[in-house]
């Protein structure tokens, strides 16, 4: 019986292309990267040789190893005009920012000034002072100061004003700057009580504290909730150009909010008030909020809250 040679059932790896080597039908080598299969007998003849080989699988391009590109943590990687490059991490606050096409990713400062969130508080008991040491010394990088206040009222039934005091001090030594006024004015407005539409201007110092909400206009009990927006003005005492210098501390309140008149009924009252502070030499480093005589309530339903902000100046 005749026997017929129909040659190799399956590739037959050879592993690295070597000259030495006969390589016979079907077998298959590595040359540079890419894989060839012998399509007739041969001895010393390189792959490329298409008599002899063909390719079954040509090399690619060589990529970029990350694992050694990449080498401190915060690293990332991006694609430069040649391959794939790090862009090494950035200082704290940097912001990542593109150059555009045809041009490299790179870190900078946030530019332009704006408001930004700082923190949020909320009055969880009764106090008779909330205070909020260290707002401003832990926030150097900010002149301006937004203060917004939600929901705060006393727990008296009673007439009371509502107050706010610079306060000084490393952390652990804070005092009140309370008393230490060039100029406090406020200025209050009533709505709604026929008779009683006129402002009302009064010294804030002799109230023992910078007074921005007068719950007594209306001459009755109040125990409504009120709102205002405090703007606390360079309490580091620093220049333009962040240099130290003997200035006084300005500040600035909004306020409005709601009160009983003598038990008949809610009336809406506005204000204003402003002044600034004496202690030329003295840094504030945080804020209080307190009434007179009494205690600022801590409702379950209606909890006050206060939000602080930085204006940046770049």
Same mark, same amino acid.
């Given at each position: 019986?005749?026997? &017929?040679?129909?040659?190799?059932?399956?590739?037959?790896?050879?592993?690295? /292309?070597?000259?030495s080597t006969a390589y016979a039908i079907d077998?298959?080598?590595?040359?540079?990267?890419?894989? /060839?299969?012998?399509?007739?007998?041969?001895?010393?003849?390189?792959?490329?040789?298409?008599? +002899?080989?063909?390719? *079954?699988?040509?090399?690619?391009?060589?990529?970029?190893?990350?694992?050694?590109?990449?080498?401190?943590?915060?690293?990332?990687? +991006?694609?430069?005009?040649?391959?794939?490059?790090?862009?090494?991490?950035?200082? %704290?606050?940097?912001?990542?920012?593109?150059?555009? #096409?045809?041009?490299?990713?790179?870190?900078?400062?946030?530019?332009?000034?704006?408001?930004?969130?700082?923190?949020?508080? =909320?009055?969880?008991?009764?106090?008779?002072?909330?205070?909020?040491?260290?707002?401003?010394?832990?926030?150097?990088?900010? =002149?301006?100061?937004?203060?917004?206040?939600?929901n705060l009222t006393h727990t008296s039934t009673?007439?009371?004003?509502?107050? !706010?005091?610079?306060?000084?001090?490393? %952390?652990?030594?804070?005092? #009140?700057?309370?008393?230490? /006024? !060039?100029? *406090?004015?406020?200025?209050?407005?009533?709505?709604?009580?026929?008779? !009683?539409? =006129?402002?009302? !201007?009064?010294?804030?110092?002799?109230?023992?504290?910078?007074?921005?909400?007068? #719950?007594?206009?209306?001459?009755?009990?109040?125990?409504? %909730? $009120?709102?205002?927006?405090?703007?606390?003005?360079?309490?580091?005492?620093?220049?333009?150009?962040?240099?130290? &210098?003997? *200035?006084?501390?300005?500040? $600035?309140?909004?306020?409005?909010?709601?009160?009983?008149?003598?038990?008949?009924?809610?009336?809406f009252y506005s204000g204003e008030a402003w002044?600034?502070?004496?202690?030329?030499?003295?840094?504030?480093?945080?804020?209080?909020?307190?009434?007179? #005589?009494?205690?600022?309530?801590?409702?379950?339903?209606?909890?006050? *809250? &206060?939000?602080?902000?930085?204006?940046?100046?770049?």
């Amino acid at each position: 019986m005749a026997t &017929v040679n129909i040659g190799s059932l399956k590739f037959n790896w050879k592993g690295a /292309y070597n000259g030495s080597t006969a390589y016979a039908i079907d077998d298959v080598t590595e040359y540079n990267g890419s894989s /060839y299969i012998c399509i007739l007998a041969s001895t010393g003849n390189l792959p490329t040789n298409t008599t +002899y080989f063909q390719p *079954m699988a040509t090399k690619g391009t060589d990529g970029t190893d990350v694992g050694t590109t990449l080498t401190t943590q915060g690293d990332l990687l +991006y694609r430069d005009g040649s391959g794939l490059q790090r862009l090494g991490a950035g200082t %704290s606050g940097q912001v990542l920012q593109t150059g555009g #096409s045809g041009a490299n990713p790179s870190w900078t400062n946030q530019a332009g000034g704006g408001l930004r969130f700082i923190s949020k508080h =909320n009055l969880t008991s009764d106090s008779s002072e909330w205070i909020f040491d260290q707002i401003f010394a832990n926030n150097t990088s900010y =002149n301006i100061f937004k203060i917004y206040i939600y929901n705060l009222t006393h727990t008296s039934t009673s007439d009371d004003d509502i107050c !706010a005091d610079l306060r000084r001090g490393s %952390s652990g030594s804070e005092s #009140s700057m309370r008393g230490s /006024y !060039a100029l *406090m004015y406020h200025r209050d407005r009533r709505h709604g009580n026929a008779g !009683a539409n =006129n402002y009302l !201007a009064t010294d804030s110092a002799g109230h023992g504290g910078f007074r921005f909400q007068h #719950s007594g206009i209306d001459g009755g009990a109040d125990n409504k %909730s $009120h709102y205002a927006l405090l703007t606390i003005f360079n309490p580091h005492k620093k220049d333009g150009n962040g240099n130290q &210098v003997n *200035m006084k501390t300005m500040m $600035h309140v909004m306020t409005m909010g709601m009160t009983n008149s003598n038990g008949s009924g809610s009336h809406f009252y506005s204000g204003e008030a402003w002044g600034m502070y004496d202690n030329d030499d003295q840094v504030a480093t945080g804020f209080s909020l307190r009434p007179s #005589s009494n205690q600022l309530r801590a409702s379950s339903s209606n909890q006050p *809250m &206060v939000l602080v902000f930085g204006i940046s100046e770049s």
